[in-house]
């Protein structure tokens, strides 16, 4: 990530973006003339209607003229189960029968609650994200999905093959987008996929003249760095596009269903590449130091289109997710703007600057940003970038970190210095964490395998396929390792591999979170709406336990928490609940306080009869509740959101270390709530939890990175 470069800038050095740098093949021929179709957020279930589809499959047959395909960007079905893909093909197969080709992305309701993760797209659709050329056009559908998550992320292997697959294309070629996270519509703090900018840089130089996505469920138009936008509100809920391409001109209208018939004409976009485009540069004007008591951030527009004209133009900047605030312009029409640090919290920050054009055209650039000040605050003691993003936990066993990342790649870090000592790779990623028992370190990985591992140098001594995805954190008990899997969970030997036990669970459930043992009972959560404790050496239940009214508030996020006879989980529909480890029934079920964050995602944790946990909501609340009772001792609120992090107890546990969704880490007394000390770890969305020795915080974040936090020193 590029935030630990140390880039220095110098703005006035820009030159101006080479075309002949591009790759080029042989002269290519115009656009030919046709038409294609938007659609997306069909969210078709196995029993629901399939008339919309249908309905579309069938009008599209009689168009004239007949587009050549369809593109679904995204949200296909409601939680990507395999008879919700068949039942989608059936209703699309009028299309296929009139020669209309289809092609998909998948959106967040495809791999969110999926038992077999991306793979059901896949076997679904072929790819999850591919190019492909038609009448002069080029074509990429991407993929912006996280797996079992709601937010948007770009892998970096994706964008190294976007990067290869664009330098193919002649920069005047016309290129189509289609993603299902919208993006270029909210501050750093809002915006549904992370690392955005690291998408429309690979744009730069490329006739990109739409791009088209989901999951807002609204009609909207607009402009990314100059690229119309649009989203539809989804084909269930009445509407799509339909795209007219021609030698000269992209038609795009809109059809609802308020208006049968007709389509209302939203956008005509001029296919002429002659026409260089504005594009924005901007940088530091400074050097990337951390200790600076002021930023100077600057920008211009290089190349400038002919049409714009230097004296029309406006220049702003945002710090954060703060409001605009106004940049000069110099007699070299470098827009500039100086502003203290004093102000801001030490960490990583960004600063948004933005050019919008005499013609109206707003184009904008992420700037990086270190502030440190002395070791009285909180301070960065290393950082490294990994190779992919991380939604797992760190583990940290004596001075080694290790941390599992969906690049498929298990890392174990000096913790003294960040340097890598050894890395374990497989074929699948890794969402679930790490744990290590008696030596040895046991890990799931996407391609189906449990591995053992030997911690001291990464090699593995034993693996076993399970047979399907794997998302879920094992737990070790009396030489049983286990594990939830698809539809079953699995008693697996820890000295050898081999399947000692399995117990069903409900058809299509799965497990996602981390398991729980006393090491007696087996204890973990499904998307069955069941909790199960079972006996760990046979696997029979000891009890199950029936949790929320419908699937979505199933018991399978938040990952359980043993303590006082007890086991604490929350269930996704707001509640904590308090069980009997004897019964298997509530003794107490709490909700959370009225304008306070609820409860659901967030996994409790037990520490001298309190239960610590953070909520799900714009707050950014942690909550501590006595654990015998569920009232609340103390409620502090961050102010960034919470998601899927939890908090880490310090060994002594008198304070705790939480990170939010948006790179916000806090280190709270355990007594009070008070805020002691905290750290802005920049752009990278969190769902993950992070390691604390009482004195250091060992972060991870999608933007793949891995960072060491030093608190503050102490007077």
């Known amino acids: 990530m590029r935030r630990f470069l140390g880039i220095l800038v110098a703005i006035f050095s820009f030159a101006a973006p080479s075309r002949s740098s591009q790759a080029q093949k042989p002269a290519e021929k115009q656009p030919e003339t046709f038409t294609f179709l938007d659609i997306t957020d069909t969210h078709q279930t196995a029993s629901g209607s399939t008339d919309p589809l249908r309905l579309l499959s069938e009008e599209a047959a009689r168009m004239n003229p007949r587009p050549a395909f369809v593109v679904d960007t995204g949200n296909i079905t409601e939680a990507g189960r395999p008879e919700e893909y068949d039942v989608f093909k059936q209703a699309i197969a009028p299309l296929q029968s009139a020669g209309i080709g289809f092609y998909a992305v998948p959106g967040n309701h495809d791999v969110r609650w999926s038992p077999d993760g991306k793979e059901g797209f896949v076997k679904a659709f072929g790819k999850l994200y591919q190019s492909f050329d038609h009448g002069g056009v080029h074509f990429v559908l991407l993929d912006s999905t996280v797996v079992l998550e709601h937010w948007g992320h770009f892998d970096k292997a994706e964008l190294d093959w976007l990067k290869t697959d664009l330098k193919r294309v002649r920069p005047e070629t016309p290129v189509f987008m289609f993603m299902h996270h919208p993006i270029g519509r909210g501050t750093p703090g809002t915006r549904f996929v992370d690392n955005e900018y690291e998408l429309t840089a690979l744009l730069r130089g490329h006739n990109v003249v739409a791009l088209f996505t989901g999951h807002g469920h609204s009609d909207l138009l607009w402009k990314v760095n100059g690229v119309t936008a649009l989203m539809a509100r989804g084909l269930y809920q009445g509407s799509y596009y339909r795209v007219t391409v021609t030698p000269l001109i992209i038609s795009i209208d809109r059809v609802v269903k308020e208006k049968p018939g007709e389509a209302q004409h939203i956008a005509s976009i001029p296919i002429n590449a002659k026409v260089i485009p504005s594009q924005i540069r901007a940088g530091w004007d400074d050097p990337d130091v951390p200790f600076l008591e002021r930023r100077r951030a600057a920008a211009t527009l290089e190349p400038r289109a002919v049409s714009d004209n230097p004296d029309g133009e406006k220049g702003d900047v945002r710090l954060d997710d703060g409001e605009w605030s106004p940049m000069t312009k ?16 030490t960490g990583i920050h ?49 001075d080694t970190l290790y941390v599992s990342a969906l690049d498929g790649k298990l890392y174990a870090l000096n913790t003294l210095n960040g340097k890598k000592r050894w890395t374990f790779i497989t074929k699948g990623q890794f969402v679930g964490s790490p744990v290590i028992v008696e030596g040895t370190l046991y890990l799931a990985s996407t391609d189906h395998n449990l591995y053992a591992i030997d911690p001291a140098n990464g090699r593995p001594r034993w693996h076993r396929d399970i047979e399907a995805p794997l998302f879920s954190t094992p737990a070790v008990a009396k030489g049983i390792v286990c594990i939830g899997g698809k539809e079953k969970i699995y008693g697996v030997e820890a000295a050898t591999g081999q399947v000692r036990w399995t117990q069903p669970a409900g058809a299509g459930s799965f497990f996602q979170s981390r398991v729980a043992t006393d090491g007696d009972s087996f204890y973990l959560g499904g998307w069955d709406n069941t909790l199960y404790s079972l006996d760990v050496l046979t696997g029979v239940p000891r009890w199950t336990t029936k949790m ?39 003794d107490w ?28 909501g714009p707050n950014g609340d942690v909550y501590a509740l006595n654990a015998a009772t569920g009232s609340i001792k103390w409620r502090h609120a961050t102010g960034q959101t919470m998601y899927d992090g939890a908090p880490r107890l310090a060994p002594d546990g008198k304070s705790l270390a939480i990170m939010a969704l948006r790179g916000h880490v806090s280190v709270l007394d355990t007594a009070n709530g008070a805020r002691l000390w905290s750290y802005e770890l920049g752009p990278g969305n969190i769902f993950s939890t992070p390691e604390y020795d009482g004195s250091i915080v060992y972060t991870v974040t999608m933007a793949n990175d891995v960072q060491a936090i030093n608190a503050p020193r102490k007077p």
């Open 330 to 345: 110099d007699r070299r029409d470098i827009w500039r703007s100086q502003f203290p640090t004093r102000d801001l919290a």
């Open 589 to 616: 079920t709490v909700h959370a306080p009225a304008k306070g964050d609820v409860f659901g995602y967030a996994s409790p944790i037990f520490a001298d009869g309190v239960v610590y946990l953070g909520g799900l």
């Open 548 to 586: 929320g009214k419908d699937f979505y508030s199933a018991p399978a996020i938040a990952s359980p928490a043993l303590g006082n006879g007890r086991l604490y989980i929350c269930s996704n529909d707001g509640a904590l609940h308090a069980v009997s480890l004897r019964t298997g029934h509530d």
């Open 350 to 398: 960004t600063a948004t600057v933005r050019v919008t054009t005499s013609n109206a055209v707003a184009l904008s650039q992420e700037l990086i940003m270190e502030i440190e000040r002395d070791e009285k605050e909180a301070n960065r003691k290393w950082a490294i970038d990994l190779d992919g993003p991380i939604q797992s936990d760190p583990l940290r066993v004596s």
